[in-house]
């Protein structure tokens, strides 16, 4: 791949983003490469030209979404307004996201291919952890969040309830859709380190939004 000339590497990145929107859509299971090629209007023999297998396919693509989302995260991150608007245009994003996933992605995902999930579990874990603790610092200097709070142990816990909350999804265990336990589980964690002042102005934001 690092030496296939540009039109190469350009229609197979196009492949790989194609084919993580049908992953999302569809679960991964349920597709195997004659439905991808079907659906992509083209020849299982271009899959393989650029995927040893659907392995590997299901691995870059699910590299590519993250190196996307954690573009996205950075732009949000650096966007205008205080912390806890960054924080819910986060949620936001995600719940977005999650809305239209496919229930069956992560259970798939972790049965089937094992290796590839704990590296993008991993990779998530630590991409989490990143926003979570510059967000709370952002919030801390703004006076949005208590100024005891120890950053560590906030993002710590709530890294906790998100791998609880994606446990869940995994064993198909989770009582309501994922986005809806996500954007609960999002207010729940800035109601808990929100200031007085930061409270306020969550309250509002959410009241806004109705």
Known sequence: ??????????????????CAGLFARFGIKALNMDDLAKHLACSKKTLYKHFRDKR??????????LDGLEKRMDEVMASQ????????????????MLSTMNPTVLFDLKKHYPKVFEATFSRRRAMVRRVVKRN????????LYRSDLNVDAVADLHL???????KQAEDRTLARPLAEHFQALFTYHVRGIASPLGLAHLEQKLKDQK
Do not use: F, T, W
Request: aromatic residues 0%; without cysteine.
């Open 1 to 18: 791949m690092l030496d296939a000339p540009v039109g190469e590497e350009v229609r197979a990145a196009e492949l790989r983003d194609r």
């Open 56 to 65: 590997d396919l299901v691995s870059q693509a699910l590299a590519s979404h």
């Open 81 to 96: 307004g205080n912390a806890i608007d960054v924080a819910l245009q986060e949620m936001e994003e995600k719940r977005s």
């Open 136 to 143: 709370v610092h952002r919030g801390m200097e703004e006076g």
């Open 160 to 166: 906790a309830l998100v791998e609880d909350m994606v």
